[in-house]
Structure formats: structure tokens, C-alpha cells
């Protein structure tokens, strides 16, 4: 949630860490500070709110310096204000620190700080560790010393970094659990660190990753990295290919929309150098999957949190009729606390946009322990996820700063179908003429995207009729029934509208309630093997008077006359229909979330990427 930019170099440290919050802004924040160090004295400015109100603060009272932090702060401990905005400054002033994470002994080490006589200046559990780096160094620690030593006090996963008075030519980074990543940039006579690549994305591309119970200490023109137990680390040199230019909006009104259209590009890309439409072969090379790895799985585990569990739903769908492997969907909130029954036969598949997201984490961490085969798929080369797994597949997808996902809902929904394809040709469940003909369908695909993608003002117009609403039914069949799922979130995260899904052949056990002229319902009724079921769903909640909107593939000339409006989407194969229908709903919700005024790249109490229980 939170973001961290550090610089240290010759340059002035304060425009590159404006900016690089500026790029970390899509991950949620509610306020926003920096610090430097000139002529050996720490200065701070911070202010409540939007960064706009942290750049005007810093232009009515500048500062500089050849070294800075800065920070986006979501608020779990004390109130949204000033004085618990980051970064914090301990008592001495040799010391200040930026943090994600939760320390969850704060209470005990605060009255332990309390009892020493310390004057404590915020509400935050982040001050207690900067106070405690400065009762070290006051005992003749050295800084770094001073910074492992404390988090050996320290409880719960944390992400830091720190800069002093005292050694004010090196910025110390640490991580303790999963609290978020931390990423080394390798410039020019200059180093940059920051919690997520898009920050520093404009000075370089060459970066490292900090892992989980390790320390960094970043100087001008190098870096070292050790455990907090003092091992050296010889970390992996990394570069990344996006280009910070895809992380601007362009001709389009948000990031949002900019991404929704995007997806020609991002399946495009997905698809590219994995698929041999002549030979009719899937690849999937980082994945290391073996025929005789393969069959030896005998149930796959997906899971992932909000929209990245849904992709898993439709996973399942997938998997389960091409590769005839058993899947489970669990929410990867709940896996850990769950007891689960997994073994060396069980691969569990985590999903997530940024491979950070710390349930998702923690998922993994607990399957590994159990014995577990760990796969992932990540949009961010280099995250936690893709570290921790023994096989992966990229998304593709290119930075995503909407919070709200899009096309890192529709690129895994693509990864997905070539990991069935994949593991059903290992197992021996897929000829090769059925191998052929699934990939052929795939080829149709981002240019049906982009007619669907053309039809934008006819959804808008659908909008408009809707954009009053209060509440809404969404409905869905089969692999169409995860589909409901999401366009019911997206709904929800952007327009604030409430909405609720179901399965459509649950509506009549319940929802069916509360359907009358004031509930839309939207349903997706194309043309599957579910679709007569889908009919019958919508005479029943058509005979109660709801406004029905159905998704529905061209040419379908019996849906007109059962709803009152169509969102049509190009015929293609059934198993990558999810693909379109999702995208269709996602225009719909950001049409009615921006006719209803919304901020619809970041929405309220929402957060791009979830690094926090």
C-alpha cells in the first residue's frame, strides 16, 4: 500500500523523490512527506492528503540535499494527519525512517520507550523504530549495527529505509517478512531505492530485490547486501524492460480506460513467442514444467486475493476440462488459517498483479511448508511471488496504475488457458489436432478485443441509463459465473454502487428476493453450453420486473427480446469468451463510476497493491 522513494547521488535528492511518489501514487495513500540531509541536519516536510499538498508544502518551504527519502502513507496506526505522516525523525534528529508494515509489538516497545523518557510525536508504530536506531547508535553502534539490531526487537513483516546525521553518505534498506518489496536502482554516479519499479523507472532500468530477512546499504556509487544475521548476499542484476513512458495516460481521460484498451496489446504480447499457431505448441518456459512433472500432479491449488482469485476461478474451469487435473480456488487469505491438505503432489498457483500482495505471500509460504510445488503467475518481474516460486509465467501486462485491475485480470485468464493447454498435452489428455484448434481460437483473440473495445460509446450509452442505481444483481453460468464475480467488484470499487453476484442457478434460492423494478440485473448470456439455463435465469427476473442488461454474443436476436439492453461481444470459443465478457463489464462500470463523478484510478479506502494483512 504504502510507497517508499530513496535517492542518494550528486544531484538534489528532492525532485527525483517528488517524483517518484508521483509515480507510486496508484497504490492508495491518504499522506505524503520526504526528508533530506544538508549541512549534516535533517529537514522534513509532510502534509495530510494528496501530493499536490506535499509539492506546494515543498515550494513555499524548500529543501535539498544530495540524499532523501520520501513516502505515500496508508494509515493503520493513528488517524490521517500531519504529525503521522512519514518519514518520522527520532529525538536526537540523527535519525529518520520511511516504513511499510505493521510492527505488531509496538504497544510493549512504545511503553518501553515511554518508561525511558522518550517523547513520542506521533501515534504511528514506524516512530518506535526510529527510536529505538538512535538508543543503539547513543550505545556506539554503527548505523547499520544500530538498524539490525532493532529489528531483532521488532515483531510482524516490515519494509524500511533509513538515513543519519552520522553517516549521511549511505541509505540503509531493510525487509523483514512480506511487508512489500524493496528495489535497488543502479544509475550513474547515483542509487535509487523505492518499493515498487515505476518510481525509478525514468533513472534506470537496472535494478536488484531485496529479499525477506535482509538488509541493504546503498551508497552513491555501490551496494552491498546481507542477512540480518550478517551473511553477505551476492544478489541477482536485473533488467527490466518497461518503459516509464506506458506509465502515463496519454490521449486517455484515466489510467483506467488507458489500460482497458490496452489489452489488445498486453494479450497480444501474451500470447507472443509461447504459442507455434503452425506446429500447434504452448510454451511456457519459466515454468520448467516436465511430461513427467506433470503427471505427477494430482491436484493443483490456485490462489490469489479479490480479482486474482477470480481469474482463478475461471482457472479451474480450464485446467479441469483440458489437463483433467482436480483444482481447488482457495482465497488466499484464508488458506493459511485453514489447515490445508497439501503434499509433494500438489502444486499450489498463486496469482497476483504486483507478487507482492502479503496474503498471497503468506499463502505460498505456508504451501512450501507443507511440501507443496510452488508456480506463480506476477505482472512484476522480480517481485516476491516469482522469487519464491519454483516456475512462473509473466502476465505481460505491462504496469498497471489503476487500482482497480484490468488487463491483470484478462492476461492471466490468456496464461491460464496455455498452462491447461500445456499441461493437458503433457499429461496425455490433448492430441495434437485438439492442441491446434485451441490455439487457432486463441489467434482470434486480440483482434476480437479491439472490435469489442470499439463499440465504447454503445456501452457508454448503456451506462448512462444506470449510472442512478443503488444496487445491482449480477449473474452468471459455468465459466461466465467468475465473470459475474468481477464485474460485480468492479462496480463496487469504482462507482461505490453496491452489487452483488451469483451463480444464476442460485437466484432462485434467495436473491431472487430481492428483485423488483429497483434492481437491475446483468447477466452474461452468451452463447456457451450454459446458455439455455441462462434464458430461463433472465424470463424469471424479467416476470419481476428488473431492468435486465445481458452481455451477449453478435447475432444473438432471441436476447433482445428478453432484456432491455445488450452489451454484444464477437463469437469466439467458449473457453476464452471470459476474456471478452470481462472486458465489456469493465467499460460498463467505468462509464457509470466517471458519469457519477467517481475517481476512478483511486478509488476510496482502496490501494493498488495490498502489502498488509
Given at each position: 500500500?504504502?510507497?517508499?522513494?530513496?535517492?542518494?547521488?550528486?544531484?538534489?535528492?528532492?525532485?527525483?523523490?517528488?517524483?517518484?511518489?508521483?509515480?507510486?501514487?496508484?497504490?492508495?495513500?491518504?499522506?505524503?512527506?520526504?526528508?533530506?540531509?544538508?549541512?549534516?541536519?535533517?529537514?522534513?516536510?509532510?502534509?495530510?492528503?494528496?501530493?499536490?499538498?506535499?509539492?506546494?508544502l515543498v515550494s513555499e518551504q524548500p529543501l535539498s540535499g544530495n540524499i532523501g527519502i520520501g513516502h505515500t502513507r496508508w494509515a493503520?496506526?493513528?488517524?490521517?494527519?500531519?504529525?503521522?505522516?512519514?518519514?518520522?525523525?527520532?529525538?536526537?534528529?540523527?535519525?529518520?525512517?520511511?516504513?511499510?508494515?505493521?510492527?505488531?509489538?509496538?504497544?510493549?516497545?512504545?511503553?518501553?520507550?515511554?518508561?525511558?523518557?522518550?517523547?513520542?510525536?506521533?501515534?504511528?508504530?514506524?516512530?518506535?523504530?526510529?527510536?529505538?536506531?538512535?538508543?543503539?547508535?547513543?550505545?556506539?553502534?554503527?548505523?547499520?549495527?544500530?538498524?539490525?539490531?532493532?529489528?531483532?526487537?521488532?515483531?510482524?513483516?516490515?519494509?524500511?529505509?533509513?538515513?543519519?546525521?552520522?553517516?549521511?553518505?549511505?541509505?540503509?534498506?531493510?525487509?523483514?517478512?512480506?511487508?512489500?518489496?524493496?528495489?535497488?536502482?543502479?544509475?550513474?554516479?547515483?542509487?535509487?531505492?523505492?518499493?515498487?519499479?515505476?518510481?525509478?523507472?525514468?533513472?534506470?532500468?537496472?535494478?536488484?530485490?531485496?529479499?525477506?530477512?535482509?538488509?541493504?546499504?546503498?551508497?552513491?556509487?555501490?551496494?552491498?547486501?546481507?542477512?540480518?544475521?550478517?551473511?553477505?548476499?551476492?544478489?541477482?542484476?536485473?533488467?527490466?524492460?518497461?518503459?516509464?513512458?506506458?506509465?502515463?495516460?496519454?490521449?486517455?481521460?484515466?489510467?483506467?480506460?488507458?489500460?482497458?484498451?490496452?489489452?489488445?496489446?498486453?494479450?497480444?504480447?501474451?500470447?507472443?513467442?509461447?504459442?507455434?499457431?503452425?506446429?500447434?505448441?504452448?510454451?511456457?518456459?519459466?515454468?520448467?514444467?516436465?511430461?513427467?512433472?506433470?503427471?505427477?500432479?494430482?491436484?493443483?491449488?490456485?490462489?490469489?486475493?479479490?480479482?486474482?482469485?477470480?481469474?482463478?476461478?475461471?482457472?479451474?474451469?480450464?485446467?479441469?476440462?483440458?489437463?483433467?487435473?482436480?483444482?481447488?480456488?482457495?482465497?488466499?487469505?484464508?488458506?493459511?488459517?485453514?489447515?490445508?491438505?497439501?503434499?509433494?503432489?500438489?502444486?499450489?498457483?498463486?496469482?497476483?498483479?504486483?507478487?507482492?500482495?502479503?496474503?498471497?505471500?503468506?499463502?505460498?509460504?505456508?504451501?512450501?511448508?507443507?511440501?507443496?510445488?510452488?508456480?506463480?503467475?506476477?505482472?512484476?518481474?522480480?517481485?516476491?511471488?516469482?522469487?519464491?516460486?519454483?516456475?512462473?509465467?509473466?502476465?505481460q501486462a505491462g504496469p498497471e496504475i489503476g487500482v482497480a485491475s484490468t488487463k491483470a485480470f484478462t492476461t492471466p485468464l490468456v496464461?491460464?488457458?496455455?498452462?491447461?493447454?500445456?499441461?493437458?498435452?503433457?499429461?496425455?489428455?490433448?492430441?495434437?489436432?485438439?492442441?491446434?484448434?485451441?490455439?487457432?481460437?486463441?489467434?482470434?483473440?486480440?483482434?476480437?478485443?479491439?472490435?469489442?473495445?470499439?463499440?465504447?460509446?454503445?456501452?457508454?450509452?448503456?451506462?448512462?441509463?444506470?449510472?442512478?442505481?443503488?444496487?445491482?444483481?449480477?449473474?452468471?453460468?459455468?465459466?461466465?459465473?467468475?465473470?459475474?464475480?468481477?464485474?460485480?467488484?468492479?462496480?463496487?470499487?469504482?462507482?461505490?454502487?453496491?452489487?452483488?453476484?451469483?451463480?444464476?442457478?442460485?437466484?432462485?434460492?434467495?436473491?431472487?428476493?430481492?428483485?423488483?423494478?429497483?434492481?437491475?440485473?446483468?447477466?452474461?448470456?452468451?452463447?456457451?453450453?450454459?446458455?439455455?439455463?441462462?434464458?430461463?435465469?433472465?424470463?424469471?427476473?424479467?416476470?419481476?420486473?428488473?431492468?435486465?442488461?445481458?452481455?451477449?454474443?453478435?447475432?444473438?436476436?432471441?436476447i433482445e427480446e428478453l432484456v432491455d439492453h445488450v452489451l454484444w461481444v464477437p463469437d469466439c470459443s467458449w473457453m476464452l469468451s471470459?476474456?471478452?465478457?470481462?472486458?465489456?463489464?469493465?467499460?460498463?462500470?467505468?462509464?457509470?463510476?466517471?458519469?457519477?463523478?467517481?475517481?476512478?484510478?483511486?478509488?476510496?479506502?482502496?490501494?493498488?497493491?495490498?502489502?498488509?494483512?
Open positions: 500500500m504504502c510507497g517508499i522513494v530513496a535517492y542518494i547521488g550528486a544531484k538534489d535528492a528532492t525532485p527525483i523523490i517528488l517524483h517518484g511518489l508521483k509515480r507510486l501514487e496508484y497504490r492508495g495513500y491518504d499522506s505524503a512527506g520526504m526528508a533530506t540531509i544538508q549541512d549534516g541536519q535533517i529537514n522534513i516536510r509532510r502534509d495530510v492528503g494528496k501530493l499536490a499538498r506535499l509539492q506546494n493503520t496506526h493513528g488517524e490521517p494527519n500531519e504529525r503521522n505522516a512519514h518519514p518520522h525523525m527520532g529525538a536526537t534528529g540523527e535519525v529518520v525512517i520511511v516504513h511499510n508494515g505493521i510492527v505488531e509489538n509496538y504497544i510493549s516497545l512504545r511503553e518501553q520507550l515511554l518508561s525511558a523518557g522518550v517523547t513520542l510525536k506521533s501515534d504511528t508504530d514506524s516512530e518506535v523504530i526510529v527510536h529505538l536506531v538512535e538508543q543503539y547508535m547513543a550505545a556506539g553502534y554503527p548505523f547499520k549495527d544500530a538498524v539490525g539490531h532493532t529489528i531483532g526487537e521488532l515483531q510482524g513483516a516490515s519494509a524500511m529505509v533509513l538515513i543519519s546525521t552520522q553517516e549521511p553518505d549511505r541509505i540503509i534498506a531493510a525487509r523483514v517478512g512480506n511487508a512489500g518489496g524493496i528495489a535497488i536502482g543502479i544509475g550513474d554516479d547515483e542509487m535509487f531505492v523505492a518499493s515498487d519499479m515505476p518510481a525509478i523507472l525514468d533513472h534506470t532500468r537496472r535494478m536488484a530485490f531485496l529479499e525477506p530477512g535482509c538488509m541493504a546499504v546503498v551508497s552513491q556509487n555501490d551496494f552491498s547486501i546481507q542477512t540480518l544475521s550478517g551473511e553477505s548476499v551476492s544478489p541477482e542484476l536485473h533488467t527490466i524492460p518497461w518503459d516509464p513512458v506506458a506509465a502515463e495516460k496519454g490521449e486517455y481521460r484515466h489510467f483506467m480506460q488507458k489500460e482497458i484498451h490496452e489489452q489488445v496489446r498486453a494479450i497480444t504480447d501474451t500470447i507472443s513467442g509461447r504459442v507455434d499457431f503452425s506446429a500447434g505448441a504452448v510454451f511456457l518456459p519459466d515454468l520448467h514444467l516436465t511430461e513427467a512433472t506433470a503427471r505427477t500432479i494430482n491436484r493443483i491449488v490456485i490462489t490469489g486475493c479479490g480479482t486474482a482469485s477470480h481469474a482463478g476461478m475461471v482457472g479451474k474451469v480450464l485446467i479441469e476440462a483440458l489437463a483433467r487435473v482436480p483444482v481447488e480456488v482457495s482465497i488466499a487469505s484464508e488458506f493459511r488459517y485453514a489447515d490445508p491438505i497439501v503434499d509433494e503432489n500438489t502444486v499450489l498457483l498463486a496469482i497476483s498483479q504486483s507478487g507482492e500482495t502479503a496474503d498471497t505471500l503468506a499463502a505460498m509460504a505456508e504451501g512450501g511448508e507443507r511440501g507443496a510445488t510452488l508456480w506463480s503467475i506476477v505482472n512484476v518481474i522480480g517481485s516476491q511471488a516469482m522469487r519464491m516460486a519454483a516456475g512462473f509465467i509473466p502476465m496464461d491460464l488457458y496455455l498452462l491447461a493447454i500445456l499441461l493437458g498435452k503433457l499429461r496425455g489428455e490433448l492430441d495434437n489436432e485438439r492442441v491446434l484448434q485451441l490455439v487457432k481460437e486463441l489467434a482470434r483473440l486480440p483482434q476480437q478485443v479491439g472490435t469489442l473495445l470499439d463499440r465504447e460509446p454503445q456501452i457508454k450509452r448503456v451506462a448512462r441509463t444506470l449510472m442512478n442505481m443503488q444496487h445491482c444483481l449480477y449473474l452468471g453460468r459455468g465459466i461466465q459465473m467468475p465473470i459475474a464475480y468481477e464485474g460485480a467488484l468492479k462496480l463496487k470499487e469504482i462507482s461505490y454502487i453496491h452489487a452483488e453476484a451469483y451463480p444464476a442457478g442460485e437466484m432462485k434460492h434467495g436473491p431472487i428476493a430481492l428483485i423488483d423494478r429497483d434492481m437491475p440485473v446483468v447477466a452474461i448470456v452468451t452463447r456457451t453450453r450454459w446458455y439455455d439455463k441462462m434464458i430461463s435465469q433472465l424470463q424469471q427476473a424479467r416476470a419481476r420486473g428488473a431492468p435486465i442488461v445481458a452481455v451477449a454474443t453478435d447475432g444473438d436476436e432471441r471470459p476474456v471478452l465478457t470481462t472486458i465489456a463489464l469493465q467499460l460498463l462500470a467505468y462509464h457509470i463510476a466517471v458519469l457519477r463523478g467517481c475517481d476512478v484510478d483511486q478509488p476510496r479506502n482502496l490501494a493498488k497493491s495490498v502489502t498488509v494483512e
